[in-house]
C-alpha cells in the first residue's frame, strides 16, 4: 500500500519560495508519476504539475514560470517549489502518485502572510 | 488552461440515482479516455473512485459508474447513501500533457 506524507513550513512570507517535500511509502518513486495538487480554502483542486519515473516534468501553465518538481530517489522523496508567492498561493496542498493520482498524501495548509 | 465544467451542487434521496456532468472540450475529456473521478469528505484528502472513464479501484462500490459521450463525462452513483455526500472532482489528461480538474460538485442526500 503506498502512502505519501507532506513536509514543510506552514507559513510562507510573500515574494519569498515555497518549498514542501513529499515522502512515499511502500512503494518505489522510480515507478508511476508523481503530482503536486492544491486546494484554496473552500475552493476546488488545483493541478500543479508533476514529474515522472524518468525525471520528466510538465507544469500548470498557470505557474510554469514559478514552479520546480524534482526527485530525489535515494530518499523516495519529490518536491515542490513556488516562488515569488503571493497570498493567492495560500491552501492545502496534496502530495499524490499513480498513473491517476490513485494515493494521495493528507495534505498540508500553507499560509503566505508576512 | 481552463477548469472542467461540473454543475455546483446536485442532490438525491437514499436509494435513488444521481449524476453528475463533466463538460470539458475536444483537447481533454473529448480528446482522450484518461477521465478520473475523485470523491472528497470535508476536511479529507480526495479519494479515487473511476479512472480511465468507466474503471473502478478495488474496493470503490459498483454503485459508482462513469461514462463519456463527446466532450462530456459522467459519474453515475445508484443506490445513493448516507455515506456518498461528498464533493465530487473529475479530472482529464489534456493534449498538452497537463492535467485540469473540475469545478467541484457537492453532493447532499436529503
Known amino acids: 500500500q503506498v502512502q505519501l506524507q507532506e513536509s514543510g513550513p506552514g507559513l510562507v512570507k510573500p515574494s519569498e519560495t515555497l518549498s514542501l517535500t513529499c515522502t512515499v511509502s511502500?512503494?518505489?518513486?522510480?515507478?508511476?508519476?508523481w503530482s503536486w495538487i492544491r486546494q484554496p480554502p473552500g475552493k476546488g483542486l488545483e493541478w500543479v504539475g508533476y514529474?515522472?519515473?524518468?525525471?520528466?516534468?510538465n507544469y500548470n501553465p498557470s505557474f510554469k514560470t514559478r514552479v520546480t518538481i524534482s526527485v530525489d530517489t535515494s530518499k523516495n522523496q519529490f518536491s515542490l517549489k513556488l516562488s515569488s508567492v503571493t497570498a493567492a498561493d495560500t491552501a492545502v496542498y496534496y502530495c499524490?502518485?499513480?498513473?491517476?493520482?490513485?494515493?494521495w498524501g493528507q495534505g498540508t495548509l500553507v499560509t503566505v502572510s508576512s | 488552461q481552463s477548469a472542467l465544467t461540473q454543475p455546483a451542487s446536485v442532490s438525491g434521496s437514499p436509494g435513488q440515482s444521481i449524476t453528475i456532468s463533466c463538460t470539458g472540450t475536444?483537447?481533454?475529456?473529448?480528446?482522450?479516455?484518461?477521465v478520473s473521478w475523485y470523491q472528497q469528505h470535508p476536511g479529507k484528502a480526495p479519494k479515487l473512485m473511476i479512472f480511465d472513464v468507466t474503471n473502478r479501484p478495488s474496493g470503490v462500490p459498483h454503485r459508482f459508474s462513469g461514462s463519456k459521450s463527446g466532450n462530456t463525462a459522467s459519474l453515475t452513483i445508484s443506490g445513493l447513501q448516507a455515506e456518498d455526500e461528498a464533493d465530487y472532482f473529475c479530472s482529464s489528461y489534456t493534449n498538452s500533457r497537463t492535467w485540469v480538474f473540475g469545478g467541484g460538485t457537492k453532493l447532499t442526500v436529503l
Open positions: 499524490a502518485g499513480g498513473y491517476n493520482l490513485d494515493y
Open positions: 475536444s483537447s481533454d475529456v473529448g480528446g482522450y479516455n484518461f
Open positions: 511502500g512503494g518505489s518513486i522510480t515507478s508511476y508519476y
Open positions: 514529474i515522472d519515473y524518468s525525471g520528466s516534468t
